[in-house]
């Protein structure tokens, strides 16, 4: 196919490729959930334009009269479109999203479509009339139409969408103030460039009303770039002077200004240590820096809580988020971040503290009940009798009761459990344990590295939390039992040769009211966990080699060689 060379192509190809491009930056800068109206609306004009400028120079470029035809009817994919993006671009930038509802998108989509349609068709001439090819001065052959009614329909709505869409882009940037001022003239010169031009046309003022093609395509690229820059550069610096009536640099508060498409445009120097340093968090979207920010966007809370990790231990966070808005439009987002710290533990161990009590009521109203009705009724018995078996009974469970409310007392008292803390050699309280409970079913085997293992720690409670595995280790089995001690890389474990704990209720064993046993409290291992939790240690349960059960402590810091000068604090964290 023979071509023809011009400069003017050259020029649409490249508005083509800027149309391109900024289509291209628009999809890839913004995700597909968090793309609105205008960046949608302003990607189709771009594409549109693009199509617009690059069918044109393939028709302007070709000689043919077939080919021109062709490549006439392909552009207006692009040329008939324009009118309709750029209408729902004014009308999303300018905060009338509400007007484009699905039917006027529709509508909108629908007369380009159609004309399209007709074009090809073309039934009994009501778009084209007739097409020639015209040489004109400098052997540059164009083709010369005459267009039919519709065409003429569809001119009709492209200039009323195109002025009424410039009329509302340059009356909202006249009336956004001196703080956008940059926006505003790009707003006003991208809109005003095509209709200039086509003054310039219409009235065959030189130097473009006399060229001897099509500018508007070229027209359109460069208001593409404007509206660009408006919408991924300026829209976004200018939500900052909004900010500061709102927000004060020097708020303890963490405050994190977003764009409507959840892109952050500023941060306040308490923000940076949960989003970043500024420099790279802004023009990041919120969702990679603060992805708790979801919870927010969807509107199921008003505020949300996070959490992060710092050298003080865990901070907790709460967000929340203000809009930013001005003249019925929303620009953008506050969002104010808060450490709760202090309040949400406090939070925490109070609603620990009331399923405590909860537990403790349940526990109480069973546990205690049960016995004094026992006790109540051999009372009765003995009574009637006068037989001393039924004291026996009355005092086994009164033993039992004592038991219970130690354990309940110990319980409830596991904030204090731990006071403070010494080196405490491991073997000398296990056996100052075993000797205490000074039965005969239970043997202790002491393995190698626990005879010279000092453990930093609170003395009695480390006695208490052996005495309880010790005790449960007897209790549990129902023959004698033989407990093993030995030595871990950062902690000790007690492994038994008992009947074991079924894999499936180890996660439950540390429960409170858990028990295997029938006049078991439940309260004894619940204590373990407490007091070990306290010395900032953690204990898990398996299986032992034997088949018996095996708990781990773990976290335990010892006393080695060398550190016996070095002062020990009050709580693992003074260590």
């Known amino acids: 196919m023979p071509w023809q060379s011009t400069p003017y192509v050259l020029l649409l190809f490249l508005s083509a490729l800027v149309a391109s491009l900024w289509a291209g930056y628009g999809i890839v800068s913004v995700p597909a959930g968090r793309r609105n109206h205008t960046v949608t609306a302003f990607v189709v004009l771009c594409l549109s334009a693009a199509v617009w400028a690059a069918t044109y120079g393939v028709q302007l470029a070709s000689t043919g009269l077939e080919a021109k035809l062709f490549a006439h009817r392909l552009l207006h994919v ?15 930038y300018t905060g009338r999203e509400d007007r484009l509802t699905p039917s006027v998108v529709a509508a909108l989509a629908a007369i380009p479509a159609a004309l399209v349609v007709l074009l090809v068709a073309n039934p009994y001439s009501l778009v084209l009339v007739d097409a020639e090819l015209v040489t004109t001065t400098g052997s540059l052959t164009r083709l010369e139409t005459t267009l039919g009614p519709v065409y003429h329909l569809h001119l009709a709505f492209s200039y009323v969408a195109v002025v009424g869409g410039a009329w509302l882009v340059v009356d909202h940037a006249l009336g956004s103030g001196e703080q956008v001022r940059r926006q505003a003239a790009l707003l006003i010169l991208g809109a005003l460039v095509p209709l200039a031009l086509n003054v310039f046309e219409v009235l065959s003022l030189p130097p473009f009303g006399t060229a001897t093609v099509n500018l508007t395509p070229v027209s359109l690229s460069l208001s593409t770039a404007c509206f660009g820059l408006a919408v991924f550069r300026y829209r976004l610096f200018d939500l900052t002077p909004i900010a500061s009536r709102v927000v004060l640099s020097e708020m303890d508060d963490g405050v994190v200004v977003l764009d409507a498409a959840g892109t952050i445009v500023e941060v306040n120097p308490a923000a940076e240590a949960v989003v970043g340093d500024r420099e790279t968090a802004v023009g990041a979207p919120v969702s990679t820096r603060l992805p708790e920010y979801d919870g927010l966007e969807t509107g199921a809370d008003d505020e949300v809580l996070a959490t992060r990790e710092s050298p003080g231990g865990k901070r907790f966070l709460r967000l929340s988020r203000s809009p930013l808005r001005r003249g019925g439009e929303t620009y953008g ?58 004291f026996e009974r009355i005092d086994d469970t009164v033993d039992r009761m004592t038991e219970f409310l130690e354990d309940l007392l110990q319980l409830s008292r596991q904030g204090e459990t731990v006071t403070e803390f010494e080196p405490v050699p491991l073997r000398e309280v296990l056996e100052a344990v075993e000797t205490g409970i000074a039965d005969d079913d239970l043997t202790v085997v ?7 293992a000092v453990v930093l720690a609170d003395r009695a409670r480390l006695g208490q939390v052996l005495d309880n595995l010790l005790r449960n280790a007897r209790d549990h089995a129902d023959e004698p039992v033989t407990v093993a001690v030995g030595r871990l890389s950062d902690g000790f474990y007690l492994a038994d040769d008992g009947p074991g704990i079924p894999e499936s209720e180890h996660e439950n064993v540390f429960d409170v009211g858990f028990t295997t046993r029938e006049s078991g409290t439940g309260l004894g291992l619940a204590i373990v966990r407490d007091v070990v939790e306290a010395h900032g240690w953690s204990i898990e349960v398996t299986e032992s080699e034997e088949g018996g059960t095996r708990f781990e402590i773990t976290g335990v810091e010892f006393d080695e060689p060398g550190r016996g000068d070095e002062p020990i604090g009050s709580s693992p964290e003074a260590r």
């Open 446 to 452: 002491v393995e190698d590295g626990v005879d010279d």
């Open 78 to 92: 692009g040329a008939a479109a324009t009118p309709s993006a750029w209408l729902a671009f004014a009308l999303a």
């Open 333 to 390: 987002w506050v969002v104010l971040i808060g450490d709760v710290t202090t309040i949400e533990e406090q939070r925490r161990a109070l609603a620990e503290r009331n399923e405590r009590l909860d537990a403790f009521a349940g526990i109480v109203s069973h546990d205690l009940r049960n016995p004094l009705s026992v006790i109540s009724g051999y009372a009765e018995i003995a009574r009637e009798t006068g037989d001393p078996e039924h």
